[in-house]
């Protein structure tokens, strides 16, 4: 009778058993070391120091003080310009949020259609996108100048200037209209990752769901609300939340727009925060851990009501 191989194999001794498991580690560890480190280097230690400085007091030079205790976000939260800037900063995340997703629904669901010339407009789409954020809010500055920006001067063709009562509009010098363009270059500069991720997530909707529910008798706007919403919510999620937190700490289009003016009409929380760097270093530390605060909560919300476990699963 033959004996079970198994049975006449050694148990592996104590230290082989130590030599595997080191070996699987140091493994692990070359794989997840340097992604830690790099969070590490550019996430935890910009954060800890955030909050450590929240808590001293430094002049308008940078120099250190002394420790302020908790009077840098006593200053911030009694300053006259704190909560306007905050209800102002939530009116452009969700603004810029929902126009870019609403927007973007239609450009995907288009660019997911064939027809001629699909593949030159997906090229075309990428170009808001892939230049840079700053130049563009620049060129849209150049394009309202009330002077010789393109924008006036077809506007003074059309004689829709002269009906305003006006021969040239200021659109940056009201903080009305300066915070309205703004919205709408934001919104121009997010359409097209929106776009794609949301095409992406169409691409993944199998076909014979839509043929099932035609042979059912379901209409087009029964079957986009009952079955092409719910199979696009991950890239949905997926799509908000990086607007969210891209739009929330938006920087450059406000500032090349700008400046934040007139005075402080049309300053966003990031936009703001920097402002405050250039006299109260400590207060806008604070503000900048506010603002740190409020991008968590942000986002363990919008996760917990999207049910994003479920779609994952």
């Given at each position: 009778?033959?004996?079970?191989?198994?049975?006449?194999?050694?148990?592996?001794?104590?230290?082989?058993?130590?030599?595997?498991?080191?070996?699987?580690?140091?493994?692990?560890?070359?794989?997840?070391?340097?992604?830690?480190?790099?969070?590490?280097?550019?996430?935890?230690?910009?954060?800890?120091?955030?909050?450590?400085?929240?808590?001293?007091?430094?002049?308008?030079?940078?120099?250190?003080?002394?420790?302020?205790?908790?009077?840098?976000?006593?200053?911030?939260?009694?300053?006259?310009?704190?909560?306007?800037?905050?209800?102002?900063?939530?009116?452009?995340?969700?603004?810029?949020?929902?126009?870019?997703?609403?927007?973007?629904l239609a450009v995907a669901q288009l660019f997911n259609q064939r027809f001629p010339g699909r593949r030159v407009a997906r090229w075309a789409l990428i170009a808001p996108w892939a230049a840079s954020v700053m130049m563009t809010a620049i060129i849209f500055r150049w394009m309202l100048d009330p002077n010789t920006g393109v924008i006036n001067v077809l506007l003074r063709q059309l004689g829709i200037v002269s009906k305003l009562g006006t021969t040239q509009a200021d659109w940056l010098g009201r903080p009305d209209a300066a915070f309205a363009w703004m919205i709408v270059v934001a919104v121009f500069v997010s359409i097209p990752f929106t776009s794609y991720t949301l095409l992406a997530g169409l691409q993944t909707i199998p076909g014979e769901v839509y043929e099932a529910a035609k042979i059912d008798g379901a209409s087009a706007l029964h079957t986009y609300w009952h079955i092409t919403l719910p199979l696009l919510r991950p890239a949905l999620t997926v799509a908000a939340l990086i607007n969210v937190m891209n739009v929330f700490n938006s920087f450059p289009i406000i500032w090349e727009m700008t400046r934040g003016g007139p005075g402080y009409e049309t300053n966003t929380s990031t936009v703001y925060m920097f402002n405050l760097k250039q006299n109260f270093i400590g207060e806008s530390a604070a503000l900048s851990v506010v603002n740190f605060a409020v991008i968590i909560v942000i986002v363990a919300v919008f996760l917990r009501a999207s049910n994003w476990k479920k779609e994952v699963a």
């Amino acid at each position: 009778m033959l004996e079970n191989p198994s049975r006449s194999l050694p148990a592996p001794s104590p230290a082989r058993r130590l030599g595997r498991a080191a070996a699987s580690a140091a493994t692990t560890i070359g794989w997840v070391g340097p992604a830690t480190a790099l969070i590490a280097f550019a996430v935890a230690w910009p954060v800890y120091e955030m909050f450590k400085i929240s808590f001293q007091h430094y002049s308008p030079d940078g120099f250190l003080l002394g420790s302020a205790g908790g009077k840098n976000y006593t200053k911030l939260f009694q300053d006259p310009n704190f909560g306007p800037v905050m209800e102002r900063t939530v009116v452009w995340v969700l603004a810029v949020v929902g126009l870019t997703v609403l927007i973007s629904l239609a450009v995907a669901q288009l660019f997911n259609q064939r027809f001629p010339g699909r593949r030159v407009a997906r090229w075309a789409l990428i170009a808001p996108w892939a230049a840079s954020v700053m130049m563009t809010a620049i060129i849209f500055r150049w394009m309202l100048d009330p002077n010789t920006g393109v924008i006036n001067v077809l506007l003074r063709q059309l004689g829709i200037v002269s009906k305003l009562g006006t021969t040239q509009a200021d659109w940056l010098g009201r903080p009305d209209a300066a915070f309205a363009w703004m919205i709408v270059v934001a919104v121009f500069v997010s359409i097209p990752f929106t776009s794609y991720t949301l095409l992406a997530g169409l691409q993944t909707i199998p076909g014979e769901v839509y043929e099932a529910a035609k042979i059912d008798g379901a209409s087009a706007l029964h079957t986009y609300w009952h079955i092409t919403l719910p199979l696009l919510r991950p890239a949905l999620t997926v799509a908000a939340l990086i607007n969210v937190m891209n739009v929330f700490n938006s920087f450059p289009i406000i500032w090349e727009m700008t400046r934040g003016g007139p005075g402080y009409e049309t300053n966003t929380s990031t936009v703001y925060m920097f402002n405050l760097k250039q006299n109260f270093i400590g207060e806008s530390a604070a503000l900048s851990v506010v603002n740190f605060a409020v991008i968590i909560v942000i986002v363990a919300v919008f996760l917990r009501a999207s049910n994003w476990k479920k779609e994952v699963a």
